[in-house]
T-cell receptor
Framework: GQNIDQPTEMTATEGAIVQINCTYQ??????LFWYQQHAGEAPTFLSY??LDGLEEKGRFSSFLSRSKGYSYLLLKELQMKDSASYLC??????????WGAGTKLIIKP | DTAVSQTPKYLVTQMGNDKSIKCEQN?????MYWYKQDSKKFLKIMFS???????INETVPNRFSPKSPDKAHLNLHINSLELGDSAVYFC??????????????FGPGTRLLVL
């Protein structure tokens, strides 16, 4: 079967750094997305990785290791507005997005 | 100039009723999707349409039927609503489903509560 695993919830302090991990087992791999979803709102795009390595975009970076079936999202200089759920999603061989349940990130002052 | 819009935003109805949720995108995208997000926050794909052709149809009950009058619209019709249908339904669109880097843009969601 296809499976995406993420921690259910994480807590971090404003101004700190947090890493949200995602491991996946899918039928084929055509890329991995990270989305941010604030409570009561729609998911919004953060990043896309298809090759191994680190992609940096401002305070957010995303890393991929295809051989390990592993990705992480790194958030630096955390702000209160970063409190949200972070969804990992993998594009499988049928070009279907397989979604994780999301990691709820709580930022404390 | 909302990119992906859905109506209604909230829908409260009785078991057994039939209801529809509308979705429109003004991005000129070729592919549209319907997702169900339950209380555990899993996003589950229900349907996708590419150029008015159904190309993914997950194992959802046949009480759910997508209808696409044109490329910019994908409506979701639900017959004989059940308590378990209560969830948030998201519409999304992307340029081309076969381009794996294509970002999906989501509508604001429709919160359905079946009593």
């Amino acid at each position: 079967g296809q499976n995406i695993d993420q921690p259910t919830e994480m807590t971090a302090t404003e101004g700190a750094i947090v890493q949200i991990n995602c491991t996946y087992q899918t039928s084929g791999f055509n890329g991995l997305f990270w989305y941010q979803q604030h409570a009561g709102e729609a998911p919004t795009f953060l990043s896309y990785n298809v090759l191994d390595g680190l992609e940096e975009k401002g305070r957010f970076s995303s890393f991929l290791s295809r051989s390990k079936g592993y990705s992480y999202l790194l958030l630096k200089e955390l702000q209160m507005k970063d409190s949200a759920s972070y969804l990992c999603a993998v594009v499988d061989s049928n070009y279907q997005l397989i979604w994780g349940a999301g990691t709820k990130l709580i930022i404390k002052p | 100039d909302t990119a992906v819009s859905q109506t209604p935003k909230y829908l409260v109805t009785q078991m057994g009723n039939d209801k529809s949720i509308k979705c429109e995108q003004n991005l000129g995208h070729d592919t549209m999707y319907w997702y169900k997000q339950d209380s555990k926050k899993f996003l589950k794909i229900m349907f996708s349409y590419n150029n008015k052709e159904l190309i993914i149809n997950e194992t959802v009950p046949n009480r759910f039927s997508p209808k696409s009058p044109d490329k910019a619209h994908l409506n979701l019709h639900i017959n004989s609503l059940e308590l378990g249908d209560s969830a948030v339904y998201f519409c999304a669109s992307s340029q081309d489903i076969t381009e794996t880097s294509e970002t999906q843009y989501f509508g604001p969601g429709t919160r359905l509560l079946v009593l």
